[in-house]
C-alpha cells in the first residue's frame, strides 16, 4: 500500500462532527498512515490535543492563527510553550499573516507571528506558515527573526518560485494541497515542478480547499493521494515514489523517529 503524510489537517473541525471516524478510517484506507492537525486558537487546541492522544499516527501543531491574533493574551503562549513539551506535538502552528480576512489589525498580527518564532526558537520546534496575500511582510519577520534556525513549513503555499525559493534559503519545506490539483492552478504546478524532491510536502487542509475533482465539497484526509498523484505527474514519478518522498520529508520536518 502507498504511505502517505497528510502534513495539515483540522479533522477536529465541527464539519467532521457526524462522521469523525468514518473520515479517519478513510483517510487510512487511502494509505494514510501519518498526519498533522492543526490546533490555531483557544477553541482547537484542546480539540486537536485530544485527537493526537487518541490516535497513534496523528500528531499535532499547536499555535495562534493571524485571524485569531487579536484574541491572544499573554497565558495563551505560556500554554503553547507548555504543550510543546508534549510527545505528540511536533510544530508550532498554523501562525503567519493573513490580510484577506481582515479581523485583526495588521500591527497586532506582525506581534504574535513574532512572539510564536521566538518561542518556536527558544523551544526548538519547526513553525507552521499561514500566508495570505501578505508574501512581502512574511519574509521579511521570518528573515528579521532568525526563523531559519528552526525551518518549518510553507502550509498550502500559493506563491511565485521567487518567493519559494527564499523561504527554501530559509529551511522551509514548501507544501502543496488541493489548489495544485485545479486544472488552472498554473503557478502552483510550476512551483512544484521547481522546488527540490527533499523539500516537498503534500496536505489537504482538510476540511478546506478540496482538490479536484472534489472541488467545492467537504476535504478529508484521504484526498492527498490526489495531491500526490498530481505531483507524480507534474514530476514524471509514480505516486508511490512521491509518497516516501513526502513522507520522509515530513518526518524529517516534524524531527518524528
Not at 37 to 42: L, V
Not at 74 to 103: F, M, N, Q
Not at 236 to 246: D, M, N, P, Q, R
Request: glycine fraction near 6%; include cysteine.
Amino acid at each position: 500500500m502507498t504511505l502517505l503524510f497528510d502534513t495539515h489537517t483540522h479533522l477536529d473541525s465541527y464539519k467532521f462532527d457526524e462522521d469523525r471516524d468514518e473520515v479517519i478510517q478513510r483517510a487510512k484506507d487511502a494509505g494514510v498512515h501519518m498526519l498533522v492537525n492543526i490546533g490555531f486558537n483557544r477553541e482547537t487546541i484542546p480539540t486537536t490535543m485530544a485527537l493526537a492522544e487518541k490516535h497513534d499516527f496523528i500528531y499535532a501543531a499547536v499555535g495562534w492563527h493571524p485571524v485569531d491574533s487579536i484574541d491572544m493574551r499573554p497565558e495563551d503562549l505560556e500554554w503553547i510553550e507548555r504543550l510543546c513539551s508534549h510527545e505528540k506535538v511536533v510544530a508550532i502552528g498554523e501562525i503567519g499573516l493573513d490580510y484577506h480576512w481582515d479581523t485583526s489589525p495588521k500591527d497586532v498580527q506582525q506581534r504574535v507571528f513574532r512572539e510564536q518564532i521566538r518561542l518556536a526558537r527558544k523551544v526548538g520546534k519547526p513553525i507552521v506558515i499561514h500566508n495570505r496575500d501578505a508574501h512581502e511582510d512574511v519574509i521579511r519577520i521570518l528573515q528579521e527573526e532568525n526563523a531559519s534556525e528552526i525551518g518549518g513549513v510553507m502550509h498550502c503555499f500559493s506563491g511565485s518560485w521567487e518567493t519559494a525559493k527564499q523561504c527554501l534559503d530559509m529551511n522551509f519545506y514548501i507544501s502543496f494541497g488541493g489548489p495544485v490539483t485545479f486544472q488552472n492552478a498554473r503557478v502552483p504546478k510550476e512551483v512544484l515542478k521547481q522546488v527540490p524532491l527533499d523539500r516537498i510536502l503534500i496536505e489537504t487542509d482538510a476540511p478546506y480547499l478540496s482538490p479536484h475533482p472534489f472541488r467545492g465539497k467537504r476535504n478529508e484526509s484521504a484526498y492527498v493521494l490526489r495531491v500526490a498523484e498530481t505531483a507524480a505527474e507534474l514530476l514524471g514519478k509514480s505516486v508511490e515514489e512521491i509518497a516516501l518522498i513526502t513522507t520522509e520529508n515530513g518526518k524529517k520536518c516534524f524531527g518524528i523517529v
